[in-house]
C-alpha cells in the first residue's frame, strides 16, 4: 500500500471531521493517527532563567519536577512550583498538566529548597 505526504491534519483534530474522515476512508485500508498532546512548557527562576520541556498534557506535576531535577542534578522532593504571579498557590504534584489547563504560553516559577 502507498502512503501519501498529508500537510495540514489540523482539520482531523476535530472529534466529529476525524470520525467523518474515518468512515469515508474504503474498507481496505487503514488509518493510523497518533496524537501526542504536547506542549512546549515554560518553567522560570526568581532570577529570570528559563527552562523549556516538550511534555505530554498527561504527565503529572511530579514527573515535569522528576524530569527538571534530573537535568539539574537535584531530588523532586526539593522543587516547588507555582504558577507566575501566584507564589503562595503550589501546584499539587498529583495532578496532571491537562488539569490545570496548561498550554504552550504557561509560564510556571521554580522554588528549590535545599
Given at each position: 500500500?502507498?502512503?501519501?505526504?498529508?500537510?495540514?491534519l489540523d482539520h482531523l483534530f476535530q472529534p466529529s471531521?476525524?470520525?467523518s474522515?474515518?468512515?469515508s476512508k474504503e474498507k481496505t485500508h487503514s488509518v493510523f493517527l497518533f496524537v501526542?498532546?504536547?506542549?512546549c512548557l515554560t518553567l522560570r527562576t526568581f532570577l529570570n532563567?528559563?527552562?523549556?520541556f516538550r511534555i505530554s498534557l498527561?504527565?503529572?506535576?511530579?514527573e515535569l519536577k522528576e524530569r527538571f531535577a534530573k537535568q539539574e542534578n537535584l531530588q523532586a522532593n526539593e522543587i516547588t512550583l507555582t504558577h507566575v504571579g501566584n507564589f503562595f498557590d503550589q501546584l499539587d504534584d498529583n495532578r496532571t498538566l491537562k488539569s490545570y489547563d496548561f498550554n504552550s504560553t504557561t509560564v510556571?516559577?521554580?522554588c528549590i529548597r535545599k
Open positions: 500500500m502507498k502512503t501519501k505526504p498529508v500537510n495540514n471531521n476525524f470520525l474522515h474515518i468512515a501526542f498532546r504536547s506542549i532563567r528559563e527552562y523549556k498527561d504527565n503529572t506535576i511530579l510556571l516559577m521554580i
